[in-house]
């Protein structure tokens, strides 16, 4: 059976908006079967979607669905490209409408859009089940929301049904692209090498340009070309479950041994046992194969039966963060620097937790207790950003510090500037195992409204 082409248009939300367009010219120029995929929804994304739904019914769907998809939505659909994406975050049938309703501005006949539902575990039956899995105490007055870790099958039945487009909510990452992949090859649930070497093409594909050179990049070490316009990759999943890598000719960025290597390594905790919803990956033993320029292919691949649970991930009110830096240069900056640190922690006291950072002198490699900065000798640095973050309960605590920082302009230590504050509110995370059969999956076709 003829291979499909499976593209990713974006890796996480936010993602560059001028991606997914050189994918899909590219799949329009193959020809054949395809779709493309825009994987939106990291774990913080979709809580943080799930308040702005609480905040506002009509919202929590991706912020910058109508931008991602006005460029590419009648190109797919005129093609026959399939456009799978979890871009319904906290609310699927909210971005089903908006699609619905940007076809029609762009005067297009009314896509087939499913939705898959099932992963929302927010409603007082998932709080019910999150009770009896989660460890320690459930605190029902911090719970935020919750969701399960769904996989391709609703996805692959929907596009069996017809679907032109699917909306997702929580869903593994690859089982955005191995859905396609049922689709077309017809995997039974237990094919299990099939549906692992599928899953690894949407390992590779979920994060976007990483496996096209993006995270890759290294300049004297591992160069890649022309990454400004870097392509995001295609992958060609055949019947066997293998797969070949590539990229839009017209792009930058590589694809090599090299880079698929370092994805496929992404994330993974145990080569032999990739657990996804739909089936537990072996890599172990697969090879990867450069076939020509920015062409890999992967296989070997090879599945186990998937696990009778599901990933639940839960979130709860973890309270506020404030966050405020000050500039300081020249001579003796970094003494000041370290002095305006002094004179926060003695005016905000223990109740606090302060996290200080002099950039420029230890932040990436500091730490939340401030061991390693207090650790060192006053050097010689002389252009210092202190940036100072704090965590509470209490909003107004945190309000205390950012006002505390913004006076540092003139109540001393001497030079300060350039002071920014900001603050959001926190969510704290829990994980579970759920049984699979306590949380149904199901997809229905949502329809256009009027005017629509």
């Known amino acids: 059976m003829e291979a499909i082409s499976v593209g990713c248009g974006a890796g996480f939300s936010g993602d560059r908006l001028d991606a997914a367009a050189p994918v899909v010219r590219c799949l ?3 020809g054949g079967p395809a779709a493309l995929i825009f994987e939106n929804l990291a774990e913080r994304t979709l809580a943080l979607q799930q308040l702005a739904r609480r905040a506002d019914p009509a919202r929590g769907y991706e912020p910058l669905l109508v931008q991602e998809l006005r460029p590419v939505l009648a ?8 456009i799978v994406g979890n871009f319904g975050a906290a609310n699927p049938d909210g971005a089903a409408a908006v699609i619905h309703a940007l076809a029609a501005e762009l005067g297009l006949p009314p896509p087939r859009v499913a939705v898959v539902r099932g992963d929302d575990l927010s409603d007082a039956r998932g709080q019910g089940l999150l009770r009896q899995h989660l460890a320690g105490p459930f605190d029902a007055q911090r719970f935020v929301c919750a969701n399960a870790y769904l996989g391709a099958m609703e996805i692959a039945a929907a596009l069996k049904a017809g679907a032109q487009v699917v909306v997702t909510g929580r869903v593994a990452d690859p089982s955005l692209v191995l ?12 094919d299990w090498d099939r549906l692992a070497g599928g899953t690894m093409a949407g ?3 979920e994060c976007g340009a990483q496996v096209t050179g993006g995270y890759f990049a290294d300049p004297g070490r591992k160069d890649v070309p022309g990454l400004e316009n870097v392509g995001f990759p295609i992958a060609e999943i055949a019947a066997d479950g293998s797969c070949i890598v590539s990229k839009p000719p017209d792009t930058g960025g590589l694809v090599d041994c090299r ?4 994805q496929l390594l992404y994330e993974v905790h145990d080569p032999a046992a990739y657990i996804t919803p739909d089936v537990v990956a072996d890599i172990s033993g697969a090879t990867v194969t450069q076939l020509g ?3 890999v292919r992967l296989a070997g691949v090879r599945g186990h039966p998937r696990t009778p649970t599901l990933k639940a991930l839960a979130f709860f009110d973890g309270g506020w963060l404030g966050e405020a830096e000050i500039s300081y240069a020249g001579p003796n900056a970094e003494a000041r620097a370290r002095l305006a640190m002094d004179v926060l922690r003695k005016r905000l006291g223990a109740g606090l937790a302060l996290r200080c950072d002099l950039i420029g002198v230890s932040s990436v490699f500091g730490d939340d207790a401030n061991r390693m900065l207090d650790a060192m000798a006053i050097g010689a640095a002389t252009d210092v950003r202190l940036r100072v973050a704090g965590r509470h309960e209490e909003q107004e605590q945190v ?11 003139t109540c001393g230590p001497a030079g300060g500037g350039g002071v920014r504050t900001g603050k959001r509110q926190r969510l704290s995370s829990r994980s579970c195992l759920v049984p699979r059969e306590q949380v149904p999956a199901s997809f229905a076709f949502a329809f256009a409204g009027p005017g629509a």
């Open 399 to 409: 309000d205390r510090l950012l006002r505390e920082v913004t006076a540092l302009w």
């Open 75 to 82: 190109d797919c659909l005129r093609h026959g490209i399939a």
């Open 28 to 30: 329009v120029a193959r």
């Open 293 to 295: 320029p920015d062409r």
């Open 179 to 190: 859905g396609p992949a049922i689709a077309h090859h017809g995997w039974g649930p237990q």
């Open 259 to 262: 880079t698929v290597k370092e």
């Open 203 to 205: 390992h590779l594909l």
